[in-house]
């Protein structure tokens, strides 16, 4: 799948998720500030997308519709999501793949009909997926950098291997303080 690299990391009660944001039409790019990570339930629930935009966005519409439904169970949600996914006719063609999380948790979602938790808390899609995945793997064995940097840095660093990862990134985080600040924002 080429085009873009997501990466989500859970570090300390913190998930942070990382899209980079350039779009490619064959091997041209066409731009580089696209935001193809999104923020559901008021920052509680972070999902990024790889793969066609147009699919990934009927598949964010129907987990949205899900985890609606589900009065925010994530994992509940992402079953749901990837069976109709899975079962529908017109969806089954669809061609990308979902990363969802929470403060808890963090899902890959894909049109096979899978729910992956991983096994570390690190999750990565799209063409510079694996490298960003690595690098955050490191990354989190080996410093205390918090969830948000090592999101940030693992798309930077696949950005040096990938040429459909620009490295530049769109981060957003949930749990821990930034729920905090977010309760302290609205009061």
């Known amino acids: 799948m080429h085009g873009t690299t997501i990466v989500a990391v859970h570090r300390d009660g913190v998930t942070a998720i ?4 350039q779009v490619t039409l064959g091997d041209t790019v066409v731009k580089r500030g696209a935001v193809k990570v999104r923020p559901l339930s008021d920052g509680r629930v972070l999902t990024g997308f790889a793969g066609a935009v147009s699919d990934a966005f ?4 129907k987990f949205e519709g899900y985890l609606n439904a589900a009065k925010g169970n ?3 949600a992402s079953v749901d999501t990837v069976k109709e996914w899975r079962t529908d006719r017109a969806l089954r063609n669809l061609e990308a793949m979902l990363i969802v999380a929470d403060a808890e948790q963090i899902l890959t979602l894909s ?4 729910v992956i938790a991983p096994d570390e808390p690190i999750a990565a899609v799209g063409s510079g997926g694996p490298y960003a995945q690595a690098a955050a ?5 080996e410093t205390d950098l918090s969830a948000e940097e090592i999101a940030r840095k693992a798309i930077a660093i ?4 990938d040429i459909y990862t620009s490295g530049n990134a769109t981060v957003l985080v949930t749990g821990g303080d930034a729920e905090a600040d977010d309760e302290e924002a609205s009061s």
Do not use: P, S, V, W
């Open 58 to 61: 009927t598949l964010l519409d």
């Open 18 to 21: 990382a899209g980079d944001g």
């Open 111 to 114: 049109g096979m009909g899978d």
């Open 158 to 161: 696949a950005g040096e291997i």
């Open 137 to 141: 793997t490191a990354l989190l064995r």
């Open 74 to 76: 994530l994992l509940r």
